[in-house]
């Protein structure tokens, strides 16, 4: 490869007619932004396009869209306070169904986002009692239980039934899932034994026929 041929592979083609009073740059001398191309048309507004990933599930205001936790969007990244010496960004993007804009801004006081405008958090309640799961008590309950032993007592009685209970249901599970894989085995057999005897029929009425055709 020629010298010239390697610096305009390297981008460091200076052409005929750049001057570095007029251009300063290659970037300016070509137009462009240098790596990050067209997402710094607007830097020197402070604004930079990035991809940004959805923190939570929300909603959209206007149309009512439901955006995924972890959805992609090209969003507007401009700096628009500080908090002490940290900055406050910000992210605006468009909606994927509609004109509306979302705008999410960084809260470096609480480390969380803030849904600036266009668009709310989805809210889900979750109860553990739904799922079984156990309970952890509150400071007040945790208090009472020092302070009182009959109370203390009869929570862990409580627990106790609670973890017997589940035992229970547990054995009960297990011996329907090791009845249903002995059904299911029986019946595989079943169908073996079918297929085995049909096939022989088969075999049987294919040999007579061959022989009826040797006679």
Known sequence: MSTLAAA???????GPNFDPKKHKSLNKYRGSHGALGDRAKRLHEGILVIRFEMPFKVICNKCG??????VRY???KQCVGHYHSTKIWQFSMKCYRCDNTYVIRTDPKNAEYLLHDGLRKKVEDFDPKDAELPELRTEEETAKMRADPMYRLEKTHETQEEKKRKRDNLIDLIDVSADKAENDYDTNALLRKKFRVEKKEQE?????????KKK
């Open 74 to 76: 090209n969003a507007d």
């Open 204 to 212: 049987k009425i294919e040999n007579e026929e061959k022989k009826k």
């Open 8 to 14: 305009r592979a390297d981008n460091m083609y200076y």
């Open 65 to 70: 869209t439901y955006v995924a936790k972890g």
